[in-house]
């Protein structure tokens, strides 16, 4: 996982109007400004929230990309509910399991 880079994308994007046009007519273009695995390239894509919480992506900056996408907050909640459903506990980031802890869980 690129967090710092994926991170770094999504600052860019929630706070740059000419990224976010970027984003929209051409993501790939977007995507190759940044060091991505192709997996983190397929989650910013698909717009999917559950992975991109689960491998650490900082709240606060995924909500605003959730909303850049068109998600609800209703929807963005129960996305990353789902991410921990379906992949398991978060594995990097703030919201890291330590010790036994929930990882975050909302």
């Known amino acids: 996982m690129s967090l710092y880079q994926v991170q770094k994308l999504l600052y860019q994007l929630n706070r740059d109007t000419a990224t976010q046009a970027r984003f929209k007519t051409d993501v790939d273009s977007v995507l190759s400004d940044y ?5 983190e390239k397929n989650w910013l894509r698909n717009g999917d929230v559950g992975e991109l919480y689960i491998h650490g992506v900082n709240g606060q900056i995924l909500m605003h990309y959730a909303a850049f996408i068109g998600q609800e907050w209703d ?7 789902d991410g ?20 975050g869980a909302i």
Not at 75 to 81: G, V, W
Not at 84 to 103: N, S
Request: no cysteine; aromatic share 6%; hydrophobic share 30%.
């Open 35 to 39: 060091k991505l695995t192709d997996d």
């Open 75 to 81: 929807e963005y909640i129960q996305a990353m509910k």
């Open 84 to 103: 921990l459903t379906k992949h398991g506990q978060v594995r990097d980031g703030i919201y890291r399991a330590v010790d036994g802890g929930d990882g």
